[in-house]
T-cell receptor, first 110, second 113 residues
Framework: KNEVEQSPQNLTAQEGEFITINCSYSVGISALHWLQQHPGGGIVSLFMLSSGKKKHGRLIATINIQEKHSSLHITASHPRDSAVYICAVKTQGGSEKLVFGKGMKLTVNP | DTAVSQTPKYLVTQMGNDKSIKCEQNLGHDTMYWYKQDSKKFLKIMFSYNNKELIINETVPNRFSPKSPDKAHLNLHINSLELGDSAVYFC????????????FGNGTRLTVT
């Protein structure tokens, strides 16, 4: 079992819908990253969280350290949000190691 | 201005060859990484360097040798390429420390035939 699990694995939504992507992890972490990988392949860092909530435009990321769970929300989704969203955790212990989830493929239809 | 650039973007080569992928960052970051993304799109750390020193070396075959001539560059050399090496390789950099976001290059798609 992977240390980082994401759900759902795939999601198709209609433009304008509110979308939630979930990430659960089973190890102690110092930080959690949300990454976006576009169909062209490039990877962009969206958020890095160690507690609470962060917001950037239509994107909101939350983390619950006690429950070992994070969510990425997309409000008023748009076809340009179509991408793979990857959750990654930085494990405790001093090293810079990131452990990645398998990603969630989001398709937003017009 | 490209922040993290890696070359080439595509690399097609035959089994047994030796090849290199170059990575450069102009962000002034101290830490650089190589990640491998397999056919199932799963990303995995391979190496991490901080100020030219190796700090993470995951269970990667020793045919893979990273080289960091200075903190702005981290190149990846692969000897005796095998079919299973086919993947997309991403370079990334960060300031270092647990709260630093990552900046990725655009990836190099390596195909071994």
């Amino acid at each position: 079992k992977n240390e980082v699990e994401q759900s759902p694995q795939n999601l198709t939504a209609q433009e304008g819908e509110f979308i939630t992507i979930n990430c659960s992890y089973s190890v102690g972490i110092s930080a959690l990253h949300w990454l976006q990988q576009h169909p062209g392949g490039g990877i962009v860092s969206l958020f890095m969280l160690s507690s609470g909530k962060k917001k950037h435009g239509r994107l909101i990321a939350t983390i619950n350290i006690q429950e070992k769970h994070s969510s990425l929300h997309i409000t008023a989704s748009h076809p340009r949000d179509s991408a793979v969203y990857i959750c990654a955790v930085k494990t405790q212990g001093g090293s810079e190691k990131l452990v990645f989830g398998k990603g969630m493929k989001l398709t937003v239809n017009p | 201005d490209t922040a993290v650039s890696q070359t080439p973007k595509y690399l097609v080569t035959q089994m047994g060859n030796d090849k290199s992928i170059k990575c450069e960052q102009n962000l002034g970051h101290d830490t650089m990484y190589w990640y491998k993304q397999d056919s199932k799109k799963f990303l995995k750390i391979m190496f991490s360097y901080n100020n030219k020193e190796l700090i993470i070396n995951e269970t990667v075959p020793n045919r893979f040798s990273p080289k960091s001539p200075d903190k702005a560059h981290l190149n990846l050399h692969i000897n005796s390429l095998e079919l299973g090496d086919s993947a997309v390789y991403f370079c990334a950099s960060s300031l270092g420390g647990r709260y630093s976001p990552l900046h990725f290059g655009n990836g190099t798609r390596l195909t071994v035939t």
